[in-house]
C-alpha cells in the first residue's frame, strides 16, 4: 500500500482517534493512494558542490558516515552536439523478507521475494552553474510498486553561489538526516532505516513535492558551517481503486507543502546537528457505497524532527526524536470523527566498519502513533534491529538483518487479511536479506 508521509501522518491519526475501528475502511483507501512521484538527488554539503553535483549521483556522504563506500565512477555518455557529456548511473538490487507472524511490507510470514529495486538516472552539466537530471526507477514491494517503471525525479538546478541556489521541477523533500539518501543503498549499512521516521511504504515518492527549492551552504569560520534546504510546491497523487473496499476516493489534493531543513556541522570533526520541519495540507473527498454523497475530510499537519550525527573514525552514532502533529477534520463527524492527534518517533543507531569488506550496525526505534494512547499492542512498536553488511567488491554489496519487534503499530491492517492491528501478535521476528549491484 502507497502512503506519502502525509498519508501516513494521517492515517496514524485517524486510526488512534475516537471511533478508530470505524475509520479501518477509510484508513486502507487512503493507504492505497499513491503519488506521481519525484525522488531522490544530493544536495550541498560543501563549498565545492557546484562542481561535483554531477558525481554526486552516486553513493555518497549524506547517509550514515560509516557506510560509506570508494565511489563507484559513474558511466560517461558523449550527445552529438553537447560540449558537456552526460553521465548514468544504475543499480540493481533483489531482496528477502521472512517474519516469525504478521505480514510486513509484503506477505512475509511465508517468505517473500517481493523486494525489487532497479534505477537509472542521468545528469547533464549544461553549464558551469546549470544541471539537469533525472532517474527512471522501478520497483516491487509487496503490493506496491509492481515493476512499473516511472520518472523517479527530474530536476534544473541552478548553483548561483555556495550559498544559494534554486531547483525546480519534481523535488524530494528533505526531513531527517537520511531521507534523501534513502535510495542508494549503499549510503547505509542498514537494510531498513528507522521505521518510525523512514517508512519503507513511502519509498515510492518519500514526500516529494513538485515546486521549488533554495538551497546552500555557509561557512561560519570558526562557528564550522550550515547547510539549508527550503521549499514549497504540491504533491500530485494518484488515486486507485482499492478492490473490496466500501469507501471511493473522488479526489484527494494537496494544496500545499512547505517546510525546510538546516543542519550545523559545527567545528568539531564528524558532528552534525540539525532540525527538520514540514507544514502540508490533504484534502479528499469520499463516497460511501451507501451514501449519496461524498463526505469532505481535511487533514492539516505540522511534522517535525531533530537530529544528531556524530562520526568518529569508523564508528558512527546518530539519533533522531520527532512528533507529528495531525488534525482530522470532517463534514460528516459521526461517520468520520474529527480530532487532533499528536505521534511521537525516534531512534538511536550506532555503526562501525571493521575492515574495509565488513560493516556491523545496530537501532532501536520506537513509534507511538497517539501519544494519549500508548497502551496495546496497536498504539506502540518497538523495534531493535542489527545488520551484517559485506562489500564483495566496488560494485556489489550483501546485507543480513534481524529485527525483534514489539508492538503492532507500523502494520498494515490490510496486508494481514484486514484483521485488526489489536488482534495481531504483539512480540514478532523479522528475517532480511539484501544484494545490490552497481553500474
Known amino acids: ?115 525489487t529495486e532497479i534505477g537509472l538516472n542521468f545528469t547533464l552539466p549544461a553549464t558551469d552553474r546549470l544541471t539537469l ?77 513538485t515546486g521549488f527549492e533554495l538551497y546552500g551552504y555557509r561557512g561560519l569560520g570558526a562557528g564550522g558551517g550550515v547547510d539549508y534546504r527550503l521549499y514549497g510546491g504540491t504533491i500530485f497523487l494518484d488515486t486507485r481503486p482499492q478492490p473490496g473496499s466500501p469507501i471511493t476516493v473522488v479526489d484527494l489534493n494537496v494544496p500545499f507543502v512547505a517546510g525546510g531543513r538546516f543542519l550545523w556541522m559545527p567545528p568539531i570533526d564528524g558532528l552534525r546537528l540539525g532540525g527538520s520541519v514540514q507544514f502540508l495540507r490533504l484534502e479528499t473527498n469520499l463516497l460511501l457505497t451507501a451514501m449519496p454523497n461524498p463526505v469532505a475530510v481535511n487533514i492539516p499537519a505540522m511534522l517535525w524532527v531533530a537530529s544528531v550525527e556524530y562520526a568518529v573514525r569508523d564508528l558512527v552514532f546518530a539519533a533522531e526524536y520527532s512528533r507529528w502533529r495531525v488534525r482530522t477534520e470532517s463534514s460528516e463527524p459521526s461517520i468520520f470523527p474529527q480530532g487532533l492527534t499528536f505521534s511521537e ?35 506502540r512498536e518497538f523495534d531493535a534491529a542489527l545488520t551484517l553488511r559485506f562489500d564483495v567488491n566496488r560494485y556489489w554489496l550483501v546485507k543480513v538483518e534481524g529485527h525483534y519487534l514489539h508492538g503492532t503499530a507500523g502494520l498494515s491492517s490490510s496486508l494481514n487479511g484486514n484483521r485488526p492491528l489489536s488482534a495481531l501478535e504483539p512480540d514478532w521476528a523479522l528475517f532480511a536479506v539484501k544484494t545490490t549491484a552497481f553500474f
Not at 68 to 75: G, H, N, Q, S
Request: with cysteine; aromatic share 12%.
Open 133 to 209: 537530471g533525472l532517474q527512471i526507477f522501478s520497483h516491487d514491494l509487496g503490493p506496491i510498486g509492481d515493476y512499473r517503471a516511472t520518472l523517479d525525479w527530474f530536476a534544473v538546478d541552478y548553483h548561483w553561489r555556495d550559498w544559494l541556489g534554486l531547483r525546480a521541477g519534481r523535488v524530494k523533500l528533505p526531513f531527517g538526516l537520511y531521507n534523501d539518501s534513502s535510495d542508494i543503498d549503499s549510503a547505509r549499512t542498514s537494510i531498513l532505516l528507522p521505521q518510525s521516521i523512514y517508512p519503507a511504504q513511502n519509498r515510492d515518492f518519500l514526500l516529494a513535492q
Open 345 to 379: 518517533r525516534g531512534y538511536a543507531l550506532a555503526s562501525y566498519r571493521l575492515n574495509p569488506w565488513l560493516q556491523a550496525g545496530a537501532y532501536y526505534s520506537v513509534l507511538f502513533p497517539n501519544v494519549q494512547r500508548r497502551g496495546g499492542r496497536e498504539g
Open 1 to 115: 500500500m502507497q502512503r506519502t508521509r502525509a498519508g501516513v501522518a494521517a492515517t496514524d491519526a485517524l486510526e488512534s482517534s475516537p471511533g478508530g475501528v470505524e475509520n479501518m475502511a477509510l484508513l486502507e483507501t487512503l493507504k492505497s493512494c499513491g503519488p506521481i512521484a519525484a525522488h531522490d538527488y544530493p544536495f550541498p554539503g560543501t563549498p565545492s558542490y557546484r562542481k561535483e553535483w554531477p558525481h554526486a549521483l552516486l553513493p555518497r556522504s549524506d547517509g550514515p558516515r560509516s557506510a560509506r563506500t570508494a565511489p563507484r565512477r559513474c558511466r560517461r555518455i558523449d550527445l552529438a552536439g553537447a560540449n558537456r557529456p552526460a553521465r548514468g548511473f544504475g543499480f540493481i538490487s533483489q531482496g528477502f523478507l521472512l517474519s516469525s507472524s504478521n505480514d510486513y511490507l509484503a506477505h512475509s510470514s511465508d517468505g517473500s521475494f517481493e523486494f
